[in-house]
């Protein structure tokens, strides 16, 4: 008896996605039993394009990456999504692989290699491939979680992925200027985010220049992105230029200061002398300098009646004749 095909729920997410759509949905038709896409209000043709397609058209206020594309999973009816960018399309030998193995699936998870387009140039050294991704998956074992900036996969422990042959053409970006824009982007959006999270980088901008440095070297000569010729030399200035960018965002921005440790001055005599005297007077000056202080004194005595006066932050504390701060 013939087994039927294991069904496919693709999910796109959208925003102003016109030039992107065409190609990507043709290479969704040929192995998705079931099109959603996600719109963010896109104002270009976006909408237009997807009602020439047989696809459930949903528009949604966006709240994040993976919460955009979790919430597409949601509406899908069968249990293996198949989550693409409108930037991304399914080479044929890729839609071959998933079309066999919907025949009889043998993972919870997939791989699938991703090749990076910059116009027209694909990158294939400089760590740009394989760039492998998790993209076709059942969704009880794996959703979509947001890292620092990038969103990604995960699965559930002890799921094992397998891997699909053939290419996820990834059309990132239209030219060089534009991964630099992106670069850019992104770089800001790491530093507010670090921020919003209580988080800084603290580097001097030696150190920065290091790391740029470091970087490029990294890219260009371990990573083989000579290879790739001027492009591959570009994309490596561009990805040093993004620990440039960080520490510049963070200069215009202030760095995050460490916060100022309070000054404590404690004495525990009942009455007043030099010792008193000076406590106070300390007390006074670091107050009238900005500083934060406080100071500990017995209850009732002449150095915290005059500090209260002077609105020095003051705490007092009872203790008998013998103690003195004896632990005994």
Same mark, same amino acid.
């Given at each position: 008896?013939?087994q039927?095909?294991?069904?496919i729920s693709a999910v796109? $997410?959208t925003?102003?996605?016109a030039?992107?759509?065409?190609?990507c949905? @043709?290479?969704l038709?040929?192995?998705a /039993?079931e099109i959603?896409?996600?719109?963010s209000?896109? @104002?270009?043709?976006?909408?237009?394009?997807?009602?020439?397609?047989?696809?459930?058209? +949903?528009q949604r206020?966006?709240?994040?990456y993976?919460?955009?594309?979790?919430w597409g999973?949601?509406q899908a009816r069968y249990?293996?999504?198949l989550?693409l @960018?409108? @930037?991304?399309? %399914?080479?044929e030998?890729?839609?071959?692989s998933?079309l066999?193995?919907?025949?009889?699936f043998?993972?919870?998870?997939?791989l699938?290699?991703?090749?990076?387009?910059? *116009?027209?140039?694909?990158?294939?050294?400089?760590?740009w491939?394989?760039d !492998?991704? $998790?993209?076709?998956?059942? #969704?009880?074992y794996?959703r979509w979680?947001d890292?620092i900036? =990038?969103e990604?996969v995960?699965?559930?422990?002890?799921t094992?992925?397998?891997?699909?042959k053939g /290419?996820l053409?990834h059309?990132?970006?239209s030219?060089l200027a534009?991964?630099?824009?992106?670069i850019? !982007?992104?770089s800001r959006?790491?530093?507010r985010k670090?921020l919003e999270?209580?988080k800084?980088y =603290?580097f001097a901008?030696?150190?920065?220049m290091?790391?740029a440095? +470091?970087?490029?070297?990294?890219?260009?000569f371990?990573?083989?992105?000579? %290879? /790739?010729?001027c492009?591959?030399?570009?994309?490596?200035?561009? *990805?040093?230029?993004r620990h440039?960018?960080?520490?510049?965002t963070y200069?215009k921005?202030g760095?995050?200061k460490?916060?100022?440790? #309070?000054v404590?001055? +404690?004495?525990?005599?009942e009455?007043w002398?030099?010792?008193? !005297?000076?406590?106070?007077?300390a007390? %006074?000056r670091? !107050?009238?300098?900005g500083?934060?202080?406080?100071?500990v004194?017995r209850k009732?005595s002449?150095?915290?009646?005059?500090?209260?006066e #002077?609105g020095i932050?003051t705490?007092v +504390?009872g203790?008998t #004749? $013998?103690s003195?701060l004896?632990p005994?």
């Open positions: 008896m013939h039927a095909e294991t069904k796109v $997410i925003f102003n996605e030039p992107n759509m065409k190609r949905l @043709d290479s038709l040929a192995v /039993d959603i896409v996600v719109d209000f896109s @104002d270009d043709a976006t909408p237009a394009i997807c009602k020439n397609y047989p696809v459930l058209f +949903f206020k966006f709240r994040g993976s919460d955009q594309k979790n999973i949601a249990n293996y999504i989550s @960018d409108a @930037d991304e399309v %399914l080479s030998e890729l839609i071959r998933i066999q193995e919907k025949k009889a043998s993972s919870q998870a997939y699938m290699a991703r090749k990076n387009f910059i *116009g027209r140039k694909w990158l294939r050294w400089g760590g491939y394989p !492998k991704k $998790i993209r076709l998956f059942h #969704k009880k794996a979680n890292r900036i =990038h990604s995960t699965t559930e422990p002890g094992i992925p397998g891997h699909l /290419d053409l059309f990132s970006f030219s534009d991964h630099l824009i992106t850019k !982007k992104y959006l790491r530093v670090a999270a209580g800084s =603290h901008g030696s150190l920065c290091c790391r440095f +470091f970087k490029f070297f990294q890219l260009y371990l990573k083989l992105g000579f %290879l /790739d010729g492009p591959g030399y570009r994309c490596a200035i561009n *990805g040093a230029l440039l960018i960080v520490f510049a200069r921005t760095f995050p460490a916060p100022r440790q #309070k404590v001055l +404690f004495n525990t005599t009455t002398g030099g010792g008193e !005297k000076w406590h106070f007077e007390a %006074l670091l !107050k009238e300098a500083r934060p202080v406080a100071l004194a009732n002449p150095l915290a009646t005059k500090a209260a #002077k932050e705490h +504390f203790s #004749k $013998i003195h004896n005994f």
